[in-house]
């Protein structure tokens, strides 16, 4: 007799999802974790809560309504001068939601009665995990299932060691106690974007170094110039086809040196972000030889169910590839716990949302017309600007354009993009549309409330039909 249905190896949004679904499911249900905060407390919720998505977007808010007040607010008539930043209180901000939201996960697995064990864990072979830690003596426990979901962590650049001093990743970027009179990214990608504009609207010169020739490469490539126009408008100074070469100590800071097709260039900045991606964590996660393989990039070798080669051992979000997004971490959790529990269990990877928090924000669902182009799909497009949306001109907000692409021969909707305003919300009702395989048609003769942002969407809808309503033909 096993001591647990399911034991889950990590707690990020794939591992506590997937634990609370078992259990949901009548599964007796375990969660290893190793993360501890800095008081060394236990700290579920993993890279999303700790060090991702919920502090970066604390940090984004607190900048975005800095500059708001700083830069916006007069149109309005409103007038509050000096404005300043207290960054202490804003760090303290964002460290109580990370402790409110990491309680709240240890409070779930409490009223679903999952047993929470913080430490590491090791799979020794098929229903086998040994967990050790500082506080307890190593244990083995056993399980008829086992789920891997360990995360990533950012990539380092050869020569160009992360000390959290001069050198940050994204974590110690998030934790920043003044803001940098002048501050170099490497990396023009989510990273580099979202924490490059909270350091700049806080008032450090950004200078990001991009390798490509172009930004955000998976991005619909209309949304892509706008974006670099948008961004550079506001002061964001963002290089691209730049080879860094090398990182050498300055007497503040440091000296980045790159390469680009015309010369060899460099610049000072007091501190540098490496933002070029993150890797899979498989750290002491199974004994070698145990039949777990890795593939390329040092992902976890699975089918396309989230199974690994191994009996009952499944592995899902980051340390598996494919987008290293929180949601789509939860909803492999999801799928597993149904296949564990009935053999079925379904993720729809053709509508996972992508989303980039910036201002304005950026985000997508389904193909970009590179990719049916590539395809030899036929489709069209309707496209339609926030500047001829009522709300949008209400709230200031008239930046951007939402574009659906919608199949040439069934109306299918095949892709939705679009920057602007509460992009990151809008973007959900294409998901949704998508996922019931509706045609631009259903979209656009779908009532939407007005004034709402949410219009544009219906608009590039209609658009798509040929019949945009508040759209000036030229
Ligand atoms: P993780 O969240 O990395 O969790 C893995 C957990 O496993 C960790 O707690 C780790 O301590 C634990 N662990 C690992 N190995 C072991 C072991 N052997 N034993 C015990 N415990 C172990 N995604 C979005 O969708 N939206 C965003 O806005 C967003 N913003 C981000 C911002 C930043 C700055 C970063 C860095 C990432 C962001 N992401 C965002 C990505 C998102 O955080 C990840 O895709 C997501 O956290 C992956 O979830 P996961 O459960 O697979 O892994
Ligand atoms: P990324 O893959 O988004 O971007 C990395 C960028 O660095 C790319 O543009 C790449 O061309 C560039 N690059 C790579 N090597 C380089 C070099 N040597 N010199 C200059 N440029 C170089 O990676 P990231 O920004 O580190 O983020 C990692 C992942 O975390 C993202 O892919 C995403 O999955 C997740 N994330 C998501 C969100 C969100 O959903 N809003 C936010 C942050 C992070």
């Excluded at 529990?341 to 950026?362: F, Q, R």
């Excluded at 496209?383 to 040439?408: E, L, M, N, Q």
Aim: charged share 20%; with cysteine.
């Amino acid at each position: 007799m096993s001591d647990f249905d399911v034991i889950v190896i990590g707690a990020g949004p794939g591992g506590y999802v997937a634990a609370i679904r078992c259990a949901q499911l009548g599964l007796q249900t375990a969660c290893i974790d190793h993360w501890v905060d800095d008081k060394g407390k236990p700290s579920p919720g993993g890279t999303c809560l700790n060090v991702g998505c919920i502090p970066s977007k604390a940090l984004l808010d607190s900048s975005e309504r800095y500059e708001e007040v700083r830069l916006y607010s007069r149109d309005h008539g409103i007038s509050a001068a000096p404005v300043s930043i207290d960054v202490a209180k804003m760090q303290v901000r964002k460290e109580q939601i990370v402790s409110d939201l990491t309680s709240g996960i240890s409070a779930l697995f409490k009223s679903n009665q999952i047993t929470f064990i913080s430490g590491h864990g090791c799979l020794i072979e098929s229903g086998k995990v040994r967990v050790s830690s500082d506080a307890e003596p190593e244990q083995i426990l056993s399980a008829t299932d086992v789920i891997l979901a360990s995360g990533s962590q950012p990539l380092q650049l050869p020569g160009m060691p992360v000390d959290n001093k001069v050198i940050f990743d994204s974590s110690g970027a998030l934790a920043f106690s003044a803001v940098p009179k002048t501050l170099g990214i490497i990396g023009a990608g989510v990273i580099g974007l979202e924490l490059g504009s909270v350091w700049r609207r806080l008032g450090a010169e950004v200078v990001i170094l991009e390798a490509m020739d172009s930004l955000l490469s998976s991005a619909d490539r209309m949304i892509a110039r706008e974006a670099k126009k948008q961004f550079t408008r506001q002061g964001l100074d963002i290089r691209l086809g730049c080879q860094v070469t090398a990182v050498a100590p300055a007497k503040e800071g440091c000296t980045v040196h790159y390469r680009t097709t015309e010369q060899d260039q460099s610049i000072d900045v007091e501190r540098l972000i490496v933002a070029v991606g993150r890797r899979p964590y498989t750290e002491g996660l199974f004994e070698p030889g145990c039949g777990i393989e890795l593939g390329e990039r040092g992902v976890v070798s699975v089918d396309a169910n989230c199974a690994t080669g191994v009996r009952g051992v499944w592995a899902i979000g980051d340390v598996v590839g494919g987008a290293m997004l929180a949601h789509k971490a939860s909803e492999e959790g999801v799928a597993v716990a149904e296949r564990i529990a009935s053999g079925g269990g379904h993720v729809d990877y053709s509508a996972v949302p992508w989303v980039i928090y910036t201002h304005p924000e950026i985000a997508w669902v389904g193909a970009t017309e590179d990719e049916l182009k590539s395809e030899g799909i036929e489709y069209k497009v309707g496209i339609f600007p926030f500047a001829a949306s009522g709300r949008a001109k209400a709230v200031g907000a008239t930046d951007g354009f939402a574009k659906i692409i919608a199949c040439g021969e069934t109306d299918q909707i095949l892709g939705a993009h679009m920057i602007g305003a509460q992009a990151s919300e809008l973007i959900n009702e294409a998901v949704l549309a998508m996922s019931m395989e509706a045609s631009a048609e259903d979209l656009a003769r779908t009532v939407h409330a007005h004034p709402t942002l949410a219009e544009v969407v219906h608009e590039a809808a209609l658009a798509s039909q040929g019949r945009a309503i508040h759209k000036v033909n030229r």
